[in-house]
């Protein structure tokens, strides 16, 4: 059975400083990987989405990378702003189908 | 309306009552999903519907129901619901069923009590 983990569970970082968010998961035999960004009481919203032949996908300040090899993604923000203060959750897809296993999400402050 | 809609957005009823939450997705998509997101728990794959059929059922409780009668509309309908059963429910929908990317509404809260 498929497990998401990711680590840490809350990060607070000053405004400015670059920020890596990890994830693994437990079967590397995966179609693809999600990373979501989730607002207190909301609903999620997709940030980036990487397939299982690719290494890296990148959207403005946002930088998500895949290791399948090693159940490894990093999604890497630079110049954190506080308006990124949010869940940040990651979520995989089984090769067959379209069930996404998510992880817990990390809890991300970025204080002015 | 565009995106996923979902309403009501919030909801509070007792364990006898019954009740329905709704979704609508404008984007022309085929597949429809309801998740469960408890706190401190990762969000649980409920239901996919397909093309108007449902393909996956996750060992949901009977007192959860859900309804598609077209691609654009998804209902989960509610009856002598538990309080452990106080959630976000979020709805999502996909291009297709295998693989697409899916985007999410901005969920229900639901308090039972």
């Known amino acids: 059975k498929q497990e998401v983990t990711q680590i840490p569970a809350a990060l607070s970082v000053p405004e400015g400083e670059n920020l890596v968010l990890n994830c693994s998961f437990t079967?590397?035999?995966?179609?693809?990987l999600q990373w979501f960004r989730q607002d207190p009481g909301k609903g999620l919203t997709s940030l980036l989405l990487i397939q299982s032949s690719q290494r890296e996908q990148t959207s403005g300040r946002l930088n998500a990378s895949l290791d399948k090899s090693s159940g490894r993604s990093t999604l890497y923000i630079a110049a954190s702003q506080p308006g990124d203060s949010a869940t940040y959750l990651c979520?995989?897809?089984?090769?067959?189908?379209?069930?996404?296993?998510f992880g817990e999400g990390t809890q991300l402050t970025v204080n002015p | 309306e565009t995106g996923v809609t979902q309403t009501p957005r919030h909801l509070v009823m007792g364990m006898t009552n019954k009740k329905s939450l709704k979704c609508e997705q404008h984007l022309g998509h085929n597949a429809m999903y309801w998740y469960k997101q408890s706190a401190k728990k990762p969000l649980e794959l409920m239901f996919v519907y397909s093309l108007e059929e449902r393909v996956e059922n996750n060992s949901v409780p009977s007192r959860f129901s859900p309804e598609c009668p077209n691609s654009s509309h998804l209902f989960l309908h509610l009856h002598t619901l538990q309080p452990e059963d106080s959630a976000l429910y979020l709805c999502?929908?996909?291009?297709?069923?295998?693989?697409?990317?899916?985007?999410f509404g901005p969920g229900t809260r639901l308090t039972v009590t």
């Open positions: 979520a995989v897809r089984e090769t067959s189908g379209s069930r996404l296993t």
């Open positions: 999502a929908s996909s291009q297709g069923y295998e693989g697409y990317e899916q985007y």
């Open positions: 079967d590397s035999a995966i179609y693809n």
